[in-house]
Every structure is written in C-alpha cells, then in structure tokens.
C-alpha cells in the first residue's frame, strides 16, 4: 500500500482565497484524522472520521474551517477564507478501525498564506 | 477533555548518554499510550506504545513507564546515538470509548557529539 496519500504538498496562497487539503487513507483503514502542527501548538486535533462519520469536530478552529469525508477513501480538508494566522503543516492520519491504537501519517501539506 | 503536559521542551544530551521524555495526561479514563518520533522535515511515526494494563515495555533501546496512579508516563532511550535527534511527541487515547489521540506538544532531542 502507498500509504496516506496528501495533496497538495505545499500551497502558498493570499489571505482571503480558499484553500483545499485533501487526503486518501491506506485503503482499508476506517478512521481518519486530520492535524494541525505548528511550532508554538504542537499537533493539534481538528477533526476525526469513522467510517466516514465525522465524531468530534471540537478541535476545528472556527466556522472558516469544514472538513467532509463522501466515501472511504478520499476526506477534503477546506479554509474559507484563509488567513496569515492558518499557515501551517496539516497532516492527514489513519487507522485501521476504533480500538486499534497506531495511527498512519500523510507526508502533510504545508501551508502558507500571505 | 484530555490534556497531555510534556517536558522538557527541548533536550540535550551527549551520544551514548540516556534521555528521559515525561509526560502527564488529565483524563483517568485514558488507556493507550503511544510515542512518535517525527524527524525534520517529516512525519510523525510510531515508535512504542503501551496500554494502561502494564507498567513498563520495552524494545531494544527504548523503554516506556506508565504510573497510572500519577497519571504519567516516560520514555526512555538509552545508548543514544545521532541517528535519536528528532522531535518526540507523547499522546494519549480512551481505546473502547473513541478514538480521539491527543498530543502532547512535542521534544526536540539533541544528541550531541
């Protein structure tokens, strides 16, 4: 298996554009996670997904922030608008199904906005 | 909901020396303990984890602890070399009731020549 596939690796965009991460778990995994990791918050939780069932969406900063999961194996993770303060890396993780523990990293997807 | 603590921030220790990576976590439902390390540049991956029904586990050169009681945890590596320098992030999760992983905020492990 590839892995978790992200796109775009990186992205630089203006403030106020709209940004699309998208994310493809390891075929078979059925819990999908995305982070934010920036040096000053570490590896924050934005959402997570089980069986494409988004379950806890505390983590999404605010109302410019949505994520959705149409099917097991593509998630897309939208700012809209963006700005300066969301420039980041954003990874993408998976597992295999509650209960299972390890989770599988993307290669993530930096961020920088103007 | 769950908090994870981490210290210290940033470690530097001699090559072959031992470090030491604490943690603590607030919510006493939390059972799995897994470590990451995340070298420059890339991503975070396992390294060990543990579960809340042992204390100690180890593999080759990294042991992890876990007091329950205390709600703490530790890493720790031993005949570091400089292959170790990375970021490490502890993380904790409640398995059986969902699948939320929290991070600590990360160790940037220097080993020093």
């Known amino acids: 298996d590839a892995g978790v596939i992200q796109s775009p690796r990186h992205e630089v965009t203006e403030m106020g554009q709209e940004v699309t991460l998208r994310c493809k778990p390891i075929s078979g995994h059925n819990s999908l996670f995305w982070y934010r990791q920036t040096m000053m918050r570490g590896l924050e939780l934005l959402i997570y997904f089980n069986n494409n069932v988004p379950i806890d969406d505390s983590g999404m900063p605010e109302d410019r922030f949505s994520a959705k999961m149409p099917n097991a194996s593509f998630s897309t993770l939208k700012i809209q608008p963006s700005e300066p303060r969301d420039s980041a890396v954003y990874f993408c993780?998976?597992?295999?199904?509650?209960?299972?523990?390890?989770?599988?990293f993307g290669e993530g997807s930096r961020l920088t906005v103007l | 909901g769950e908090n994870v603590e981490q210290h210290p921030s940033t470690l530097s220790v001699q090559e072959g020396d031992s470090a030491v990576i604490k943690c603590t976590y607030s919510d006493s439902a939390s059972n799995y303990f897994p470590w990451y390390k995340q070298e420059l540049g890339k991503r975070p991956q396992l390294i060990i984890d543990?579960?809340?029904?042992?204390g100690e586990k180890k593999d080759q050169r990294i042991a992890v602890t876990l007091n329950k009681t205390a709600k703490h945890f530790s890493l720790h590596i031993t005949e570091t070399q400089p292959e170790d320098s990375a970021v490490y992030f502890c993380?904790?999760?409640?398995?059986?009731?969902?699948?939320?992983?929290?991070f600590g905020k990360g160790t940037r492990l220097h080993i020093l020549p």
């Open positions: 543990i579960r809340s029904n042992v």
């Open positions: 993780a998976s597992t295999r199904g509650p209960n299972t523990g390890e989770l599988f």
């Open positions: 993380a904790a999760s409640t398995l059986n009731r969902d699948d939320k992983i929290i």
